[in-house]
């Protein structure tokens, strides 16, 4: 049998380069090499594509950013690296904007080629916080109260949209950039005394920010997807993140933050959570795979949807591959799966009339 030739696109114009390449790695260790014949395309910090690089070792983000760089690069346009390499399928492990937001889908799309995970739409609706809220609040699923805020309708502390605030969601609040992840430019403001501090930050990283009320004593509770129409749900999995909040330090940089997989959750719980991941990744038209994450009230036991990751880290330590391994479905099997959906999707898309005549 011939081998399906893979590109794995990672690297990356966002902040998440690094975990971009940590996630890429546990992706070329676990592709089955009897299989495939996994081909690296690498986007530098500075948006360059290049071929030549060697797969990069399975390490941690943070040993990332210290690992020197030896390859022979050849710099490529970013259609000629997909055309010249003569792939079946790609991959793309792109976390965050310029890849996970539908820049790169689209791009593969006009050279109708299979890619893993969502499309364009989903891609996009997955990378902004406030439109996914939107269609979250569209098909009835639970989220917290919120209010989505342009940069030319912040007028300071002292203005009407900190009056909103403080009547329509009181404190604490968390403040977000609309189009980021990996906790970049997020913030808790305790009090109003915080609010323009934390409102600025959101607003050095995008021009529209969301800003919503703290679920009390949340506890991180996030649930993996993988399919195309008839999505399924993993075990749930628990974060116990080492710092106040899941913040980018705790992500990725200080190794205490500790995960439990299955969540200790009570049945009907573990039920709620995985019909609501499921609802949740038809909502903003997911496909292939998402990490659904969700906040629980402690007390109260209530249950928020968060987001959607469309890209989800895949490193050796990542929430996603952990979680399906613990539903019974190893890595290279996942990897395995994860290719079969880029090919039918494409495939049926390709069976599409585009014309009338
Ligand atoms: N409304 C909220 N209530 C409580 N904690 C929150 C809330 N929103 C965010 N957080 C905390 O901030 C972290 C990052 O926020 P999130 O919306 O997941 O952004 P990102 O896309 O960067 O992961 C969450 O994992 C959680 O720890
Ligand atoms: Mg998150």
């Not at 996994?38 to 210290?66: D, F």
């Not at 792939?87 to 799309?109: N, R, S």
């Not at 209530?302 to 952990?322: D, H, L, Q, R, W």
Request: aromatic share 6%; glycine share 8%.
């Amino acid at each position: 049998m011939k081998k399906l030739r893979v590109g794995v696109i990672y690297g990356g114009r966002s902040g998440e380069h690094e975990v971009s390449i940590a996630s890429a790695a546990s992706i070329f260790r676990h592709l089955d090499p009897a299989r495939y014949e996994a081909v690296p395309i690498r986007i530098e910090k500075t948006g360059q594509w290049t071929l030549g690089a060697k797969p990069p070792e399975a390490i941690s983000a943070a040993a990332v950013i210290t690992q020197a760089r030896t390859d022979a690069l050849q710099v490529v346009e970013p259609s000629a690296a997909i055309a010249a390499t003569g792939l079946d399928v790609i991959f793309p492990v792109l976390h965050g904007p310029y890849g996970e937001d539908g820049t790169v889908q689209g791009l593969l799309e006009l050279a109708n080629i299979p890619y893993v995970g969502a499309g364009v739409l989903g891609s996009a609706v997955g990378m902004d916080k406030a439109v996914m809220k939107t269609l979250f609040a569209a098909h009835g699923l639970p989220i917290v109260r919120h209010l989505v805020v342009l940069r030319r309708q912040w007028s300071g502390a002292t203005g009407p949209t900190a009056a909103s605030v403080a009547r329509e969601l009181g404190y604490p609040v968390f403040v977000k950039p609309a189009n980021l992840g990996s906790s970049v430019g997020i913030s808790k403001a305790k009090s109003e005394a915080d609010l323009g501090g934390a409102v600025e930050l959101a607003f050095e990283y995008d021009r529209k920010i969301v800003i919503e009320a703290a679920v009390p004593e949340a506890r991180e509770i996030e649930c993996s997807v993988l399919g195309n129409d008839d999505p399924q749900a993993s075990v749930p999995g628990e974060i116990v993140p080492s710092r106040e909040f899941y913040d980018y330090e705790a992500k990725y940089l200080d190794e205490t933050s500790r995960s439990i997989i299955p969540a200790p959750l009570g049945r009907a719980q573990t039920g709620e959570v995985q019909r609501l991941a499921i609802a949740a990744f038809r909502a903003v038209e997911g496909a292939g795979m998402a990490r659904v994450d969700f906040l629980l009230a402690r007390q109260s036991g209530e249950i928020f949807v968060n987001e959607v990751n469309t890209i989800p880290g895949f490193t050796a330590i990542s929430m996603y591959p952990k979680m399906w391994e613990a539903s019974g479905l190893p890595c290279p099997a996942l990897l395995d799966r994860l290719i079969a959906l880029a090919l039918e999707r494409h495939t049926e898309k390709q069976q599409l009339r585009t014309s009338i005549t």
